[in-house]
């Protein structure tokens, strides 16, 4: 069907299996029924960046319980399962956005304080969202408005009539969710069976003809190209390929025009590539092709683009009783409400290796990596040999690499490996804690043969540091390319907090990487010092700032 990628659903596959961890899912759902919005945030690895006493002090005791009602309402679990994602492969969410969270029904003024969630700032790093405060008047390329049916479990019901669906199915699907053939779409809008307008949109698209898409879709498309915008033949194609939730927009667009009283809001559908949505007269909407401006009001993608779940359950990559419960009982209601089943780890099979001249096996086995075929003195003859600098073989050697993240693993061992890591890097030090407490070998290090040090970004470093100090790793041990822990919490912006840790457990500033660069060098570059004087506050007050200017007075002790 037209507008799918197979390759970005597969990585919706693993986001699936991985963002949203059950345990996550259960203790934000208690904490949720005990009307306690402060540790279903907490489950949900989400802070908050504002104190409710000054909300009230600052904006009156209105504004404050307005907020706490909204907060009351999130599920943070929710939350996370709908924000966007980087994709690419990746399974982390998408970068330095900023999202509205408001039930807030009609006009807003100017200056009105709105609920919003800001997105990490790396994919590689910590998961972690942070609830902030931000101007009603704010709008620019990174600043979306949520629909409350993606994040407030009062409205979730709602998710299954933004998706299409009629009281009895969803568009695309039987009521107890199996997949329809394109052949049985619908053909034409059919007013008993809201599902077909959806249906019949998803025929036009797949059959090419776009314009009558958009025009089932209820909204007249003008193709004129906007000037100095790429030619029209490249904007075709991203216009024709891109996967529209035609049915949605102008809903999408109403609201916008109704909650910020301008009556445009834009899609971006690619680069240089803009749909705006022009809503004055809201009973046939209008859209063309525009240029982009810093100060557009934007639909995201989490709603201008198909619903990946959708996508997912029709190519049958997921099963309904894999989706977050709020979201199958709406999407789904004759289904079981029982929650979600336990994601199951890859199985632990053995590993064919060639060894000498014979076959062995090597086992992903409770966190570690075993060599049954060989007794303990041989492997402990082999560790011998290779600190005197010989080359190990065989199943050492495949051990070898599982520690070092030098050279290539087996295949099943390279998804185990995938595995651990995807689960620590959503999950965090509530994840990776429990897998070192059942002996998973703390050595581990991934394909760019970063170790679990160079990952703690992505943890709580307070916990996760010494207990990993004290398994044995290097403070300053390197990956592939020369860089250390310290390294690369510098280049991705870590925390102030975790870069002072590190200097304080003895890393090295000064140590070089692969291309001669250090710690402190690094921060130097991205702080753009060269260009600051050194007593810039705007430098000084942002993160990577705070980072040089650490750096720069721990070198100069």
């Known amino acids: 069907m037209t507008g799918i990628d197979l390759a970005e659903l597969s990585t919706w596959q693993r986001i699936r299996r991985y963002a949203v961890p059950e345990w996550m899912i259960e203790e934000c759902a208690q904490r949720q029924r005990a009307n306690d919005w402060r540790g279903a945030c907490a489950a949900g690895r989400i802070d908050l960046g504002f104190d409710l006493a000054e909300v009230a002090d600052q904006f009156g005791a209105d504004t404050a319980e307005r907020i706490e009602v909204e907060l009351s309402l999130l599920a943070p679990d929710l939350l996370r399962w709908h924000l966007p994602r980087a994709l690419g492969g990746r399974t982390s969410l998408a970068t330095d956005q900023r999202w509205v969270l408001s039930l807030l029904p009609d006009r807003l003024t100017d200056d009105t304080p709105l609920l919003s969630v800001r997105l990490p700032s790396t994919v590689d790093g910590s998961q972690r969202l942070r609830l902030d405060l931000l101007d009603s008047s704010a709008k620019g390329h990174a600043i979306y408005d949520l629909p409350p049916y993606l994040w407030s479990v009062e409205h979730v019901e709602l998710l299954r009539y933004a998706y299409g669906g009629s009281a009895e199915r969803l568009p695309r699907f039987d009521p107890d969710g199996t997949p329809l053939p394109v052949a049985e779409f619908a053909e034409k809008f059919d ?24 025009r089932l879709a209820g909204v007249d498309f003008d193709p004129t190209p906007a000037d100095g915008t790429p030619h029209y033949e490249s904007q075709e194609r991203a216009l024709v390929e891109y996967p529209y939730h035609l049915t949605l927009l102008p809903y999408e667009a109403d609201r916008l025009a109704t909650r910020y009283g301008s009556p445009t809001s834009v899609v971006n559908v690619d680069w240089g590539v803009r749909v705006k949505l022009d809503m004055t007269d809201r009973d046939r909407p209008r859209a063309s092709l525009v240029k982009r401006k810093r100060d557009d009001r934007q639909i995201g993608s989490v709603v201008s683009r198909r619903p990946p779940d959708l996508d997912l359950l029709w190519h049958e990559l997921i099963t309904p009783e894999e989706l977050h ?76 690499r599982w520690t070092s993240g030098r050279g290539r693993l087996p295949r099943q061992l390279r998804q185990q490996r995938q595995d651990i890591l995807q689960r620590v890097l959503h999950g965090g030090s509530r994840t990776l804690l429990p897998l070192l407490d059942t002996g998973m070998d703390p050595h581990l290090r991934d394909g760019r043969g970063r170790s679990l040090l160079h990952h703690l970004r992505a943890m709580d470093h307070t916990e996760v540091l010494p207990r990993l100090l004290a398994a044995g790793l290097a403070i300053d041990t390197p990956d592939a390319k020369g860089r250390t822990p310290l390294s690369v919490a510098v280049g991705d912006v870590g925390s102030l907090e975790l870069v002072r840790a590190l200097l304080e457990n003895g890393a090295d500033p000064n140590a070089k990487d692969h291309e001669g660069m250090s710690p402190f060098e690094l921060a130097y570059y991205k702080s753009g010092a060269e260009y600051y004087d050194d007593d810039d506050e705007d430098r000084e007050d942002s993160a990577i700032g705070r980072i040089y200017h650490l750096l720069k007075e721990w070198t100069a002790r």
């Open 325 to 400: 419960p709020l979201v199958r009982h709406a999407l789904f209601p004759v289904l079981s409400e029982n929650a979600s089943p336990e994601p199951i780890p890859p199985a632990e099979v053995p590993v064919r290796v060639r060894c000498r001249s014979e076959w062995h096996t090597v086992e992903y086995r409770e966190g570690k990596l075993d060599t049954p075929s060989h007794t303990p003195e041989e492997a402990q003859r082999e560790q011998v040999l290779r600190s005197l600098g010989g080359q190990v073989t065989g199943c050492f050697a495949i051990q070898h």
């Open 191 to 214: 007013p008993t069976d809201r599902a077909s307008q959806c249906e019949a949109v998803l025929r036009r698209l797949h059959e090419g003809e776009f314009l009558e898409a958009w």
